[in-house]
């Protein structure tokens, strides 16, 4: 059974920085994709950024810069670190995982919620 945990949300002012767990479990051998994603109130589920098992990340426009993808695979972990955050980064984070990155997701995590206030 695949399990996908988020953790780290929280709280943080504008300009802060947090950081982001996705810890995965019982996926099959062979490699795998893992992306980030949120989704703010009101508004769409936004593709945030993935790596892949050769550790080739790519991101969106809109976080390219600021926040970073990187994955400790001996903890099956993957991290998603975010800088110089800004109100228009509150939103309920997501990981999922990907047979590649090139397909839609097949595992999603709860999510956690993440808020920056002025």
């Known amino acids: 059974q695949v399990q996908v945990v988020e953790s780290g949300g929280g709280s943080v002012q504008v300009g802060g920085s947090l950081r982001l767990a996705c810890a995965v479990s019982?996926?099959?051998?062979?490699?795998?994709?893992m992306g980030w994603f949120r989704q703010a109130p009101k508004k769409e589920r936004e593709g945030l950024g993935t790596i892949d098992s050769d550790g080739q990340r790519k991101y969106a426009d809109s976080v390219e810069g600021r926040f970073t993808i990187f994955q400790d695979n001996a903890k099956n972990t993957v991290y998603l670190q975010m800088d110089n955050l800004t109100p228009d980064d509150t939103a309920i984070y997501y990981c999922?995982?990907?047979?590649?990155?090139?397909?839609?997701?097949?595992?999603w995590g709860q999510g956690t919620q993440v808020t920056v206030s002025a």
């Open positions: 019982g996926l099959p051998s062979g490699g795998y994709c």
């Open positions: 999922a995982t990907m047979r590649v990155c090139q397909l839609p997701p097949n595992f």
